[in-house]
């Protein structure tokens, strides 16, 4: 789904079923507002569903809303999620002890229609604002794509689960052909045009949530396929090369096609604490540099 076009999700935790009601016809019409009725339902909710605010009260059957809070907090999966506090308790110490483990705010009992969404709509307009930031800081902004960055961050991720669960992990580092002669005869311009869109189809190439299509940098560009073999991730990018050769790019102006290849270089092992993570890029990259020596346009998955 478009990310513009979601509903926002907000996690409303109280164990009066009127509190929720009323909630629910305040929040309902703007966002989708899911409920819970005591703090383990709550961390359930939360673990499942991934809302984008919650609203927790403080007294709860069980685990109380500070409890709640804290565990949230300490979770991964849930240590980022804003949370708001609605509660009757009106001291000082409730509120300063709240904001201390990390609540954004509190709105307090009986509910007013207004204040209850002006806080909402200010506390995600800060979270949108904060997603965009982190996603300007990952993308690259000629293709949109991951950047660099993005991609260390996935591939220590997928390292690491690739040791636990003791599966392969593939790379493929893919490098334009003759790029400088492309942006000598047809300038910098199209050549933008020419990353964007090949950039496109490594994107589409990456088909699983664990795959990481990436620009690397210039005019070189990343693929991980996790729980991928060398074998499969050679046919994978020899898919990739052959549509690279077969795509028609457009001059600006409309009135040219354009054609370029690529050289790509593949790498795979079933990793060990004992490995160098770098020692996968490398190999790709050497592998890179042997496809380009025996006449480019080619894929080389081994030594």
């Known amino acids: 789904m478009n990310d513009e076009k979601r509903r926002e999700c907000i996690l409303v935790v109280d164990d009066e079923p009127a509190n929720l009601m009323v909630l629910n016809q305040i929040l ?46 300490a979770s991964v999966d849930t240590q980022f999620i804003p949370v708001i506090f609605i509660t009757a308790l009106d001291k000082d110490k409730d509120e300063e002890e709240g904001l201390l483990l990390g609540a954004v705010d509190y709105i307090t009992k009986p509910f007013r229609n207004g ?67 492309y942006n000598d005869t047809y300038g910098h311009p199209q050549g933008d045009v020419l990353l964007t869109s090949l950039a496109r189809i490594f994107a ?34 020899e898919e990739i090369r052959s549509e690279v050769e077969d795509a028609k790019i457009p001059l600006l102006d409309g009135k040219l096609i354009t054609r370029i290849t690529i050289s790509i270089g593949v790498s795979g092992l079933l990793p060990s604490p004992d ?9 790709a990259d050497q592998r890179l540099y042997r496809a380009k020596e025996n006449g480019r346009n080619r894929v080389c998955a081994e030594d």
């Not at 589409?204 to 396929?225: K, S, Y």
């Open 115 to 181: 204040i209850v969404l002006a806080r909402v709509r200010a506390h995600l307009q800060i979270l949108r604002q904060m997603r965009m930031i982190e996603h300007l800081g990952l993308t690259d902004p000629l293709t949109n794509i991951p950047n660099r960055r993005c991609f260390d961050d996935h591939l220590a991720v997928e390292w690491k689960r690739a040791i636990r669960n003791k599966r392969c992990l593939s790379f493929l580092m893919m490098d334009l052909d003759k790029f400088k002669i």
């Open 28 to 73: 309902s019409s703007e966002y989708t507002v899911l409920t819970a009725r005591t703090g383990e339902e709550a961390l359930d909710r939360a673990q499942e569903e991934g809302p984008d605010l919650i609203l927790l009260d403080i007294l709860l059957p069980g685990i109380d809303g500070f409890e709640v809070l804290r565990k949230l907090k």
């Open 204 to 237: 589409t190439a990456a088909r699983r949530p664990g795959d990481l299509a990436a620009r690397i940098g210039g005019e070189e560009f990343g693929l991980l396929l996790p729980d991928t073999d060398v074998e499969a991730a050679r046919q994978i990018a």
């Open 275 to 283: 490995d160098p993570i770098l020692g996968l890029l490398k190999k």
